[in-house]
């Protein structure tokens, strides 16, 4: 098992260890969710908080052949990796590099007239034929080309492609409630979807894949897989809702185990105030452990006096504020030495909590809760193979894995 990390064998203020076994699990989990539709691994955000590069790489070890970001920075920093899979970007503002992503062979998505004028300007000047994919509004009201603009943006589209400046490659949309089972809008939008593709198609469009399967529609919808799935959050563990099911009832394995290292343990009297504001006041003599991650390294701040964590197999919660850089919990007059793990989020397997549970004890999502984990945390990637020098020595890569 080979890590990456700035440092990967001293003791760390904190640090995220990410699972790339798991994350493999998961892509072939959601492959076989995904029937005959071909998986596409979301990227975006460095991976979700887990390293956009070793996450990819996993991902396509294991089946995934597409991979998804947001912006083209994130997809043109992939090409910079070496990977060479099919790759769509979805993200644009005007002037963006859409010719650096037509030269990178990246699928570029296509939401407006603007947009599509933008590709073709940048293809011409390229010298090389675009690969676009029109986006359908159908009912998510984000991005996306609204029904009544759709005939437009498709001619056009079509007159470049005639042109030898372009190729649809795709026709692709959004839900707006995949993870509430049962909502009405999720029929209306599969039904929309339809219709706006067979519109395109009626005009002559060829797309290589239709999509509009994200994380949630891939567990729960067959009947929405159509050529592709989109899967973001579940491919590192995490259930999109709880109404969908726990990671285990999905055959799901968390990726992240955040941690961090006790930087200090004392006693403190009864009636002692912690942390900013005197939030939290001790009941009577206790000790104090501070734990070295705040909101600066994304530990939110509405966890201040919920946030739950696992020391020496005790659950423990954030006394008081969270600060910028620290936050504290109160020991019970346990006395683990300074340096002890403190386990704040894991898959659950040792009693650890969860993401969800943090994300219940400051009223968000697990999605929010993996990705806002900042730079100063090292991630920790572990079972990545290890690179092999020519004359055949191992080498474990010594980079931040992001």
């Not at 963006?96 to 073709?120: K, M, N």
């Not at 339809?194 to 239709?210: C, L, N, S």
């Not at 004890?361 to 100063?376: D, F, K, L, P, Q």
Request: charge should be negative.
């Amino acid at each position: 098992m080979s890590e990456t990390a700035a440092v990967s064998t001293a003791t760390l203020r904190a640090r995220a260890e990410i699972d790339l076994g798991a994350l493999r699990a998961n892509v072939r989990a959601l492959r076989a969710r995904a029937g005959g539709a071909a998986l596409m691994a979301v990227v975006k955000s460095d991976g979700y908080g887990h390293g956009a590069v070793p996450c990819a790489r996993a991902a396509v070890e294991a089946g995934a052949t597409w991979l998804g970001t947001a912006t083209p920075e994130e997809a043109l920093a992939l090409r910079a990796a070496g990977l060479d899979t099919r790759l769509l970007c979805w993200l644009w503002v005007p002037g963006g590099p859409w010719r650096q992503a037509i030269e990178a062979d990246v699928d570029v998505a296509v939401s407006a007239l603007w947009a599509l004028r933008e590709v073709t300007g940048a293809a011409r000047a390229a010298g090389r034929t675009a690969r676009v994919q029109l986006k359908a509004d159908t009912g998510l009201g984000r991005n996306g080309c609204q029904p009544e603009d759709w005939p437009e943006l498709v001619a056009e589209a079509l007159r470049a492609e005639e042109a030898g400046l372009l190729r649809v490659t795709g026709l692709w949309s959004h839900f707006a409630c995949a993870d509430e089972p049962g909502h009405p809008s999720i029929a209306a939008q599969l039904t929309r979807f339809r219709e706006m593709v067979a519109y395109a198609e009626e005009q002559g469009v060829r797309p290589e894949v239709r999509h509009i399967a994200n994380s949630p529609a891939t567990l729960t919808l067959p009947e929405a897989h159509f050529d592709l799935v989109r899967t973001g959050i579940a491919l590192y563990g995490i259930s999109p809702s709880p109404e969908i099911g726990t990671p285990a009832d999905l055959g799901l394995r968390p990726v992240m185990t955040l941690s961090a290292s006790l930087a200090l343990v004392k006693h403190v009297p009864g009636g002692h105030g912690v942390s900013y504001g005197h939030h939290y006041v001790t009941p009577g003599p206790t000790t104090l452990g501070l734990v070295p991650v705040g909101y600066a390294d994304g530990i939110p701040r509405h966890a201040s006096g919920t946030g739950p964590v696992l020391i020496q197999g005790k659950w423990r919660t954030a006394a008081g504020r969270v600060a910028m850089d620290q936050f504290v919990v109160d020991l019970g007059g346990d006395e683990p030495e300074a340096g002890a793990r403190a386990v704040l989020f894991g898959p659950g397997d040792e009693g650890e909590p969860t993401a969800e549970d943090w994300a219940q004890a400051c009223g968000t999502i697990a999605y929010e809760i993996v990705t806002r984990i900042g730079t100063r945390v090292p991630r920790v990637h572990l079972d990545a193979a290890p690179r092999v020098h020519a004359g055949g020595d191992a080498e474990v890569n010594a980079g931040t894995g992001g």
